[in-house]
């Protein structure tokens, strides 16, 4: 049943809670969760309960945890449930960024769009859809902040503290002393501590901007209304992910990026393909264009972008920047406790996750490269390791991939062609594109590849980049033969269940296999079929 939230919350709304949070003490980093709902109002009971009375401290912990975002959950779960004496501290809302503003509202949102997307497209499968597809822009954010709710009770302050054990502190955490941590007024002395502190939206420093308003991840999965013009600062995962869905769920949107290429880090085969079928669905997108100022007039604001030379002027309603991340290093008190960190890149640590402070490790945002929530997740189980049993696992043995959910997605693992050809590593790749393989034929969903890179003279995989409809889950079979280390050779005798999409990777399998048909075995194998006729 549909439930009306109290408020309607326009991109305005949603911007001014941030302000607004700076005064309230219980979040005071952060900005509220609204609207004030019956689904918010579970999310809340569970990752940030009103009532919450922090228990006494334990005279010594095993492990002390600052941020109960994926890294701290997995570290603060695993390790309580190892037999350690645990404490969890969280300033605003457990599950951090994944549960909260990231990849579980997030997701939500891109399964309407691309319900909308396949309606959009059914007449060419020969289904009409009566009357053109009608986005409820407020229904599908309320089923986004129903399923959040649903799913936030796996990261309640009671089921980490009743059921696993965890004492749960929520307040601000800072390090008091080399072996001690305070949080709203109490000490937490440590044998090992463990910073999960994450990482937050950039506000670039572009003029007018913050005057004029504008929605980040923190924000933007408050609104109830639908912005009609949407401008999205960077074309990263985060921006392209969240411009394709709102495109499709109605809103006009242009993306703006600096770069020639949005995804600038993709292989650049992956990034075409999807700019085709960007521009295919109507969404605007400008590379290449820089954000110099922004003004405001009643409900529009103006962005003038700057591209080759020429300006602009864009008139959107709402403005989403989506331009990067920064680690949350302040006001742990780092240097007193000799934790080495840079205000861009985060907490240095070692290969083992241990800071500069050998007592002190690092998971998840606020030290790694790769800011996602399995490597959050592989984070924080080698953090268990290394912190409690002198374990030696080191994170680059890690194989680490990971997808953006736009659709088509794009799914990576492991080294791109050129990073390979960098370090002096030969590579052949093989490419099989999508409109070869039958059931993406049968599918309707021929834009994309399978590209799987080999070092050269071998069948040893060194990276895949997959452009699918569920490159994510195509993806896992390669990650498996990287981490097992079975060769691309070996994966053509893999049996696929016909037809799938998933058969594209037997294809460059046994692309792979008839390289080693070389001319000399070919004429053996001749002589020898001639001579057993
Ligand atoms: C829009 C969006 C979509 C995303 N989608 C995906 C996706 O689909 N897949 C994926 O893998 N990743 C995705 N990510 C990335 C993913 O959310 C992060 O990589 C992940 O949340 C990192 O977890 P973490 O524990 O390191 O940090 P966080 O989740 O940021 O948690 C850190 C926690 O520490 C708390 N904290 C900070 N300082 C203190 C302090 N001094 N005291 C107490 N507590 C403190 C914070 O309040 C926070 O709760 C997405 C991110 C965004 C923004």
């Not at 949070?21 to 952060?30: D, G, L, V, Y």
């Not at 769009?113 to 497209?121: A, C, E, I, K, M």
């Not at 002027?313 to 290093?329: D, F, H, Y």
Request: with cysteine; net charge neutral.
């Amino acid at each position: 049943m549909s439930q009306t939230p109290k408020e309607s919350l326009s991109a305005e709304a949603a911007n001014a809670a941030l302000v607004t949070s700076s005064q309230r003490s219980a979040f005071s980093h952060n900005p509220e969760i609204l609207p004030q709902d019956e689904y918010n109002a579970t999310l809340i009971a569970n990752v940030h309960p009103a009532d919450w009375q922090n228990p006494e401290p334990a005279s010594r912990y095993n492990l002390v945890v600052i941020g109960a975002g994926t890294a701290g959950l997995v570290t603060a779960a695993g390790a309580a449930g190892l037999g350690a004496k645990v404490a969890l501290v969280e300033r605003h809302l457990m599950g951090g960024d994944c549960l909260n503003v990231g990849c579980v509202p997030s997701k939500c949102v891109i399964r309407s769009s691309r319900v909308f997307g396949d309606l959009t497209t059914a007449p060419h499968l020969g289904v009409r859809v009566p009357v053109g597809p009608d986005v409820d822009f407020p229904a599908v954010m309320e089923r986004m902040r129903r399923l959040r709710a649903r799913l936030s009770s796996h990261d309640s302050a009671h089921r980490f503290h009743e059921q696993l054990g965890v004492d749960v502190f929520l307040g601000e955490g800072h390090f008091v002393g080399p072996e001690a941590v305070e949080v709203g007024g109490k000490i937490l002395h440590f044998k090992r501590a463990v910073i999960a502190t994450g990482a937050r939206a950039v506000h670039p420093p572009v003029p007018g901007l913050t005057e004029a308003g504008f929605l980040t991840n923190e924000t933007v999965f408050a609104l109830t209304e639908q912005p009609q013009r949407l401008a999205v600062i960077g074309g990263g995962p985060l921006g392209c992910e969240l411009a394709q869905a709102f495109q499709r769920l109605g809103s006009e949107v242009t993306i703006v990026e600096m770069e020639r290429q949005f995804l600038p880090r993709e292989d650049p085969e992956a990034a075409a393909i999807l700019l085709a079928v960007f521009q295919q669905e109507g969404l605007s997108v400008k590379l290449n264009t820089t954000l110099k100022r922004v003004t405001s007039s009643g409900k529009d604001k103006h962005l003038y972008l700057e591209s080759g030379g020429k300006e602009e002027v864009l008139a959107v309603n709402a403005i989403l920047v989506g331009v990067g991340r920064a680690p949350n290093v302040e006001g742990l008190n780092l240097e007193a406790v000799g934790v080495t960190y840079d205000k861009k890149r985060g907490v240095v640590v070692n290969e083992r996750l241990q800071t500069t402070n050998p007592r002190i490790y690092a998971a998840g945002d606020i030290c790694l490269d790769y800011k996602f929530t399995h490597a959050a997740d592989a984070a924080a189980r080698v953090v268990i390791q290394n912190a409690l049993f002198f374990g030696r696992k080191k994170l680059s043995t890690l194989t680490i991939p990971w997808c953006t959910y736009t659709d088509p997605e794009i799914a990576h693992v492991g080294m791109y062609e050129h990073a390979a050809e960098k370090q002096g590593i030969g590579v052949t790749t093989f490419t099989i594109p999508m409109r070869e393989v039958d059931r993406a034929i049968v599918d309707g969903e021929e834009a994309g590849f399978v590209k799987i890179h080999v070092k050269k003279g071998t069948d040893q995989i060194l990276g895949a980049t997959i452009v699918a409809r569920h490159a994510g889950e195509m993806l896992d079979e390669i990650t498996l033969a990287m981490t097992a280390k079975i060769g691309l050779g070996t994966l053509s005798s893999v049996i696929h269940p016909y037809p799938t999409q998933a058969e594209a990777i037997r294809k460059a399998a046994d692309a792979y296999n008839r390289t080693r048909l070389t001319p000399l075995v070919k004429k053996l194998f001749n002589s020898w079929l001639a001579w057993t006729r």
